[in-house]
C-alpha cells in the first residue's frame, strides 16, 4: 500500500514563506519522479514543480523563482519551499509520486496524497 502524507500547509499573509512536505511510504520506486500540484478554488488542477531522481527540477512559469522543490532520496520526501507567497497562491496542495513512463492522469504507477490547504490572506 503506497501513501504519501503531506504536511505544512496553513494560513500566512502575502509575501510570507512556508514549507510543505511529503513523506512517501510503501512499494515505491526510487527512481519515481515526484513533485507538487495545486487547485485552487474554481480552477482546474495545475503542477507547480516536480523533481525527478537525479535532482532534474521543472518549474510551472507561475513557481519560477519563488518556490524551491527538492527531495530526499533516502528519506523518500519530497519538500517544497514557498517563498513570497500571493493570493493567488491559495490551493490545496498535492504531492504526486508516479513512474517516470507514468502520466499524471493514469491509475497505474501514479499515487497521489490526500492534500493539503495553503491559504494566502491578510
Known amino acids: 500500500q503506497v501513501q504519501l502524507v503531506e504536511s505544512g500547509g496553513g494560513l500566512v499573509q502575502p509575501g510570507g514563506s512556508l514549507r510543505l512536505s511529503c513523506a512517501v511510504s510503501?512499494?515505491?520506486?526510487?527512481?519515481?519522479?515526484m513533485g507538487w500540484y495545486r487547485q485552487g478554488p474554481g480552477k482546474l488542477r495545475e503542477m507547480v514543480a516536480t523533481i525527478t531522481y537525479g535532482g532534474y527540477t521543472n518549474y510551472a512559469a507561475s513557481a519560477k523563482g519563488r518556490f524551491t522543490v527538492s527531495r530526499d532520496n533516502a528519506q523518500n520526501t519530497v519538500s517544497l519551499l514557498m517563498n513570497g507567497l500571493k493570493p493567488g497562491d491559495t490551493a490545496v496542495y498535492f504531492c504526486n509520486a508516479r513512474a517516470p513512463s507514468a502520466g499524471e492522469d493514469d491509475t497505474r504507477d501514479n499515487y497521489w496524497g490526500q492534500g493539503t490547504q495553503v491559504t494566502v490572506s491578510s
Open positions: 510503501g512499494s515505491v520506486s526510487k527512481f519515481y519522479l
